[in-house]
Antibody
Framework: QLVESGGGVVQPGRSLRLSCAAS????????MHWVRQAPGKGLEWVAA????????YYADSVKGRFTFSRDNSKNTLFLQMNTLRTEDTAVYYC???????????WGRGTLVTVSS | DIQMTQSPSSLSASVGDRVTITCRAS??????LNWYQQKPGKGPKLLIH???TLESGVPSRFRGSGSGTDFTLTISGLQPEDFATYYC??????????FGQGTKVEIK
């Protein structure tokens, strides 16, 4: 399973770090993703990381502000979010990528609210 | 980037109805099309991958079809637990992985 944490209320321009704890599967061989959902809106892919952390990809909307990392020794993902904007307000989900690039396991999400 | 367009954005149906949701890609994506179901307050759940492959444990009343640019999710014999929002997603040309805007299936 996947369990996200670290969400909360933060002012615009500040930073926040999300975590995602993985269990019950071989985390170190899985590519992983963050997907977000603004209140009342649809799903937006945010970032991806390869199984070993050597490759990372970001949506244009977060590139240069968010950093995706992982610690395979602790089965944990991290999303460092800097220079937050009000439009970053969303529930953030971590998800596991299957061998054929779809997302076969999702967490329940953590809410990030960016507001002054 | 590949754009995914779902229709309708919402629909009302009764238990037992047959429901069809369509998803169109802005360019050909082969069969790299996936369907997710999301219920309020929960993370999405994968229903179908590769356009028509049902995930283990997903009822057979769910059926996916299509290839290229046009895809369909059909629910035959809608059940109370099927009222949810459904999203399509392409995984052919990535990044980015792109989703449709969602289709909310409501009780009539």
């Amino acid at each position: 399973q996947l369990v996200e944490s670290g969400g909360g209320v933060v002012q615009p321009g500040r930073s926040l770090r999300l975590s995602c704890a993985a269990s019950e599967f071989t985390f170190s061989t899985s590519a992983m993703h963050w997907v977000r959902q603004a209140p009342g809106k649809g799903l937006e892919w945010v970032a991806a990381i390869s199984y070993d952390g050597s490759q990372r990809y970001y949506a244009d909307s977060v590139k240069g502000r968010f950093t995706f990392s992982r610690d395979n020794s602790k089965n944990t993902l991290f999303l460092q979010m800097n220079t937050l904007r009000t439009e970053d307000t969303a529930v953030y989900y971590c998800a596991r990528e299957s061998v054929d690039w779809y997302f076969d396991l999702w967490g329940r999400g953590t809410l990030v609210t960016v507001s002054s | 980037d590949i754009q995914m367009t779902q229709s309708p954005s919402s629909l009302s149906a009764s238990v037992g109805d047959r429901v069809t949701i369509t998803c169109r890609a802005s360019q050909r994506i082969g069969n790299y099309l996936n369907w997710y179901q999301q219920k309020p307050g929960k993370g999405p759940k994968l229903l179908i991958h590769a356009a028509s492959t049902l995930e283990s444990g997903v009822p057979s009343r769910f059926r996916g079809s299509g290839s290229g640019t046009d895809f369909t999710l059909t629910i035959s014999g809608l059940q109370p637990e099927d009222f949810a929002t459904y999203y399509c997603q392409q995984s052919h040309i990535t990044p980015p992985w792109t989703f449709g805007q969602g289709t909310k299936v409501e009780i009539k």
